[in-house]
């Protein structure tokens, strides 16, 4: 097993870390101190602080803290990757200080990047939480769809879908309609049914019109528009069999409604318990 160290789940918005001992998680704190909510060149100071609060202890950081907008750029390992390949491509900051590489693929002149949610996805494979081969997807603001292949991350892409509904919800015309709370009802499935028509763009400006025309009550526009995208990008990436959400139960509720209304089946895991598993596994390979 290994020793006593700090992990860090260093996001854009938000981080979340992690005191581990003896692969044991003792302790775990979000917070929004994101990359975004540090000052430039003050991320040294930032880590210093962590171990003044968690313990002074080696460190290993995953995430967007190790992109060009982060601390130090710690680049890509290409898929297929497995948790072997990111221990061995670690960004060595200091004795005990560490990056985890993303992983990227290039298809042509087609390129996807990960950076964080990788080791969830080998972590989860690596605890057991999924079948070496399988459908993963992580729902969010950039919604990742993946494929493991005998516990290797041999496929992935990403969607806008989270960012879409934010960006509509805050700057296009039907964003004023858009107020009621998000939830997996009858207008959420009626926005994954819509989605069946194959014409996004239309669909979505269809709920100007029936808001004006009183097709729809107002507090149900947010939940069919969220559905209309979410069975969007579920319809575009779930192939058959089960889909493993790495999600937060409030967007796992989500996409499993969704799921489930486009005929296929949702299976959620714990992202945190996937997290832990994965980084873990990345410190002992790389003693």
Known sequence: MTDSFLAVDWGTTNRRVYRIEQGIVRSNVRDDRGIVAVPAGTFADEIALLRARHGDLPMLLAGMIGSNRGWHDAGYVSAPARLEDLAGGLKRIDARTAIVPGVSRIEGARGEVMRGEEVQLLGAAAAGLVPPDAQLCQPGTHCKWAR?????????????????????KAHALIGQEMTGVVHAGHAFREGVGESRRNDLLASLFSVRPAALLNLRPCEEIASFVSGLLIGADCRAHAARGPVHLLADPALGALYSAALMELGSQAVMIDSHDAFVAGIVRIRELSR
Do not use: P
Request: proline content about 0%.
């Open 148 to 168: 493991l292949e005998r516990g290797a991350l041999t496929d992935f892409v990403t969607a806008m879908t989270g960012e879409m509904f934010a960006l509509l």
